[in-house]
Structures are given as structure tokens and as C-alpha cells.
């Protein structure tokens, strides 16, 4: 199965300090797993990884995700936007705003598991 990059966006309204952007990539050129992280307004901190068991789960369980498309969530302006998506062109995006639909389970063992890889990275 092809690994797809996957992106996870965090937009914070009138809080730049909580954004969060984070790539996951297999680089078949590189051969290697690239991590990218931007918190707020600091600089991008990439990493590349030879081998990475954690990344390669995220990257196969993202392509083979299965989730209803239609959900039911709450809506909003002010407060805190979620993006996620998976590749590049072709691409799939899924967005919430708040909660994620509960019909996303799936989808939410992957956020929370990118959410640690942030933490360890910090």
C-alpha cells in the first residue's frame, strides 16, 4: 500500500500562539520519513527519519481510513478549526471545528497520536 503524505492543520481564532501545522511524508527519493512541525509563529522544524515505526503507522492507517463523509458536529466561528489531510493531488480533506464528529473515531486515533508526536518533538 502507498503511504500518502498526511497534513494536520490547527487554526486558533485570535490565537496565533495555538496553530499547529504538522506534515508526515515518505520521501521514496530520500527514502526516508520526513516530519515537519510549526507551532504559532516559530519556524518550521523538519526531521527526517531513516526508519519510524510511529510514522509509517500514521501514514498506512491514514490510507486505508474508513469514515462516513457525512457527520454530524458542531459549527462555529470563534474558538479552534481542525484540518486533516490525506495527500496531496489526488486529496482528501476532512475539517471540524471544536469536536470532531463522533462517527470519526478513527480519525481521532490518528490526530491523538500525531497530537503525542508533537509533545515529543516539543
Given at each position: 500500500?502507498?503511504?500518502?503524505?498526511?497534513?494536520?492543520?490547527?487554526?486558533?481564532?485570535?490565537?496565533?500562539?495555538?496553530?499547529?501545522?504538522?506534515?508526515i511524508?515518505?520521501?521514496d527519493?530520500?527514502?526516508?520519513?520526513?516530519?515537519?512541525i510549526?507551532?504559532?509563529?516559530?519556524r518550521?522544524?523538519?526531521?527526517?527519519?531513516?526508519?519510524?515505526?510511529?510514522?509509517?503507522?500514521?501514514?498506512?492507517?491514514?490510507?486505508?481510513?474508513?469514515?462516513?463523509?457525512?457527520?454530524?458536529g458542531?459549527?462555529?466561528?470563534?474558538?479552534?478549526?481542525?484540518?486533516f489531510?490525506?495527500?496531496?493531488?489526488?486529496?482528501v480533506?476532512f475539517?471540524?471545528?471544536?469536536?470532531m464528529?463522533?462517527?470519526?473515531?478513527?480519525l481521532?486515533?490518528i490526530?491523538?497520536?500525531i497530537n503525542?508526536?508533537?509533545?515529543?518533538?516539543?
Amino acid at each position: 500500500m502507498k503511504r500518502p503524505s498526511v497534513t494536520y492543520d490547527v487554526e486558533a481564532s485570535f490565537d496565533e500562539d495555538q496553530r499547529l501545522h504538522v506534515e508526515i511524508a515518505w520521501h521514496d527519493s530520500r527514502n526516508q520519513f520526513m516530519l515537519d512541525i510549526k507551532r504559532g509563529t516559530e519556524r518550521n522544524r523538519r526531521r527526517w527519519f531513516d526508519e519510524n515505526p510511529e510514522l509509517d503507522t500514521i501514514l498506512r492507517d491514514s490510507a486505508s481510513l474508513q469514515i462516513p463523509l457525512g457527520a454530524d458536529g458542531p459549527m462555529g466561528l470563534d474558538g479552534v478549526g481542525f484540518t486533516f489531510k490525506i495527500g496531496h493531488v489526488p486529496a482528501v480533506t476532512f475539517s471540524w471545528w471544536m469536536e470532531m464528529p463522533k462517527d470519526w473515531a478513527p480519525l481521532q486515533n490518528i490526530v491523538d497520536r500525531i497530537n503525542r508526536l508533537v509533545e515529543q518533538e516539543a
